[in-house]
């Protein structure tokens, strides 16, 4: 009886303390143990755009504000020949981008098919911020864009336009995986309050129709944030990611218990199980997933070898390759 009445004070006893303090309880939790904050995004010219995000999350910035940063520098990179200023234009010779964004909150921004704007990132954050709707596409984006100050300004490059004249000779559409003409910078990140964000911008595939509007943009397919849960964004052919509603999906899996690197797993899978199940086959198709959970786990997978993504976290900015269902080359 002793025993049990001493337990019972114990319990008691420690239940005082935690309403007296409720910081000395916090700091025992595993809130301690969360890996905050930190910064994926797809690619190797991640690297550059998470040191712009980081510059954010360092000074205990918003998650939101960090990815729309760190984004923005690689629509600006004339070199980066797949997102942004210098993305290869459709068939018809228009550079036309994609993007999305999405905040802790489920706020939720996307342009489709957007002309001569550098920035659709931003676009889409005021699509998010300042309208009723989620989504706007082609001319309706433009208007809005110009009519939030967005300077109209051409995209196509010099090298961008001497490519597409050189494909206009032969018109052969082969894309190629892990070559940069259907590659896009996903970005998700926990900030130093425990709270998500993404966004995904994109010119799409090289030499496409025009009017062919990918994943990228559309929520729940190039990206998917969940506060309670966790975020993912995808990159690759866009067609096979809306097929499988690919970043909802993985977030899903991450709900059912799985970790970000086994949710990006059974996501491909997916994918491939799909592409069989149509007759056919994964010569040509690449699917990458990153995600990352509200611990600051984080996982990735693809397709084929040759994908990766970067990461920065309290340990520094490093590139990693991901795990893939084929090996590279095989």
């Known amino acids: 009886m002793n025993t049990r009445r001493n337990f019972i004070k114990h319990i008691g006893l420690t239940s005082l303390g935690i ?3 409720p910081s000395l309880f916090a700091a025992k939790l595993s809130f301690s143990k969360i890996n905050k904050p930190i910064v994926l995004s797809t690619w190797d010219f991640g690297l550059r755009a998470n040191e712009e995000a980081w510059k954010v999350l360092s000074a205990g ?6 990815v729309e940063q760190g984004v923005r520098l690689t629509e600006a990179d004339p070199s980066e020949r797949s997102v942004g200023y210098g993305g290869r234009p459709d068939r018809d010779g228009k550079v036309t981008l994609d993007a999305c964004i999405m905040d802790e909150f489920a706020g939720i921004g996307s342009v489709a098919a957007l002309q001569n704007i550098k920035h659709p990132i931003s676009v889409a954050r005021a699509v998010m911020e300042k309208t009723p709707h989620v989504m706007l596409v082609g001319e309706g984006a433009l208007q809005f864009a110009k009519e939030q100050g967005f300077p109209e ?8 336009e001497k490519e597409w004249r050189e494909w206009l000779k032969t018109a052969k559409y082969e894309p190629v995986v892990n070559i940069e003409n259907h590659d896009t910078i996903g970005m998700i990140a926990l900030d130093a309050n425990g709270n998500l964000s993404g966004a995904c911008t994109t010119s799409g595939m ?3 129709m025009h ?15 969940d506060n309670e849960i966790g975020a993912a964004t995808a990159t690759g052919h866009g067609e096979e990611v809306i097929r499988t509603v690919g ?14 690197q086994q949710a990006c797993e059974q996501a491909v899978k997916r994918i491939v199980k799909f592409t069989k199940n149509r007759g056919k086959t994964l010569d040509n198709i690449q699917v990458g997933f990153i995600a990352l959970n509200k611990k600051g786990e984080y996982g990735a997978y693809c397709i084929h070898g040759g994908f990766n993504y970067a990461k920065y976290d309290s ?14 080359n095989g």
């Open 247 to 260: 970043s909802h999906l993985v977030v899903e899996l991450m709900r059912q218990g799985n970790s970000p």
């Open 61 to 66: 910035g918003r998650a939101l504000d960090a």
């Open 206 to 208: 090289a030499f496409k």
């Open 211 to 225: 009017g062919r509007v990918g994943d990228s943009p559309i929520i729940g397919s190039g990206l998917y944030v």
């Open 19 to 21: 309403g007296l303090s």
């Open 153 to 160: 300004e051409n995209l196509l490059t010099e090298d961008s």
């Open 315 to 328: 340990k520094g900015n490093e590139l990693i390759t991901g795990k893939s269902y084929l090996k590279a």
